[in-house]
């Protein structure tokens, strides 16, 4: 009975590093959504000024920041995918490490691979989302760039 103690003392030991890195992947999701939202709610308003307007350079400006907001919502949703992906291959490891020790099955091969495969998919989010935030920095550069011109400081 000692045996099997120290046995499943030493699978939660095991589990205790995964089950931190799905607190941190839960984070990088919150912070995704959040952007998300925001730009969702910002893409919303600009389409019902497009609608609202006529011809002419602000409807012309309005449209294209609505293309760099499709972008920016693509790219968020994509860097959500693979943190979500991460998390269920995270969650996965854990349960085989348990089921692994209770069975005996020698299963540490597809648990490491299952985990090599979570962190390529936790730095894929990571790259989509940098992509994101380059594109998001981008065009407020732009519109800060046009608000300077329009208010006479360039």
Same mark, same amino acid.
């Given at each position: 009975?000692?045996?099997?103690?120290?046995? +499943?003392?030493?699978?939660?030991?095991? $589990?205790?590093?995964?089950?931190?890195? /799905?607190? =941190?992947?839960?984070?990088?999701?919150?912070?995704?959504?959040?952007?998300?939202?925001?730009? %969702?709610?910002? $893409?919303?308003? /600009?389409?019902? &000024?497009?609608? =609202?307007?006529? &011809?002419?350079? =602000?409807?012309?400006?309005?449209?294209?920041?609505?293309?760099?907001? $499709?972008?920016?919502?693509?790219?968020?949703?994509?860097?959500?995918?693979?943190? $979500?992906? =991460?998390?269920?291959? %995270?969650?996965?490891?854990?349960?085989?490490?348990?089921?692994?020790?209770?069975?005996?099955?020698?299963?540490?091969?597809?648990?490491?691979?299952?985990?090599?495969?979570?962190?390529?998919? %936790?730095?894929?989010?990571?790259?989509?989302?940098?992509? &994101? +935030?380059? %594109?998001?920095?981008?065009?407020?550069?732009?519109?800060?760039?046009?608000?300077?011109?329009?208010?006479?400081?360039?």
């Amino acid at each position: 009975m000692e045996n099997h103690i120290d046995g +499943i003392g030493r699978i939660i030991q095991l $589990s205790v590093a995964p089950v931190f890195l /799905l607190v =941190a992947i839960g984070s990088f999701l919150n912070v995704a959504t959040q952007r998300l939202a925001r730009v %969702v709610d910002r $893409s919303r308003m /600009l389409k019902k &000024e497009v609608d =609202a307007e006529g &011809e002419g350079p =602000a409807r012309a400006a309005a449209i294209a920041e609505l293309n760099g907001l $499709s972008r920016r919502i693509s790219l968020a949703n994509y860097a959500i995918y693979l943190w $979500s992906a =991460a998390a269920l291959l %995270v969650a996965i490891d854990v349960a085989l490490l348990f089921a692994g020790a209770l069975v005996g099955a020698p299963l540490y091969g597809l648990v490491a691979a299952l985990f090599a495969l979570a962190m390529i998919a %936790v730095i894929g989010g990571f790259g989509f989302f940098m992509a &994101e +935030i380059s %594109v998001a920095t981008r065009t407020l550069r732009i519109r800060t760039d046009q608000f300077l011109v329009k208010a006479g400081k360039d």
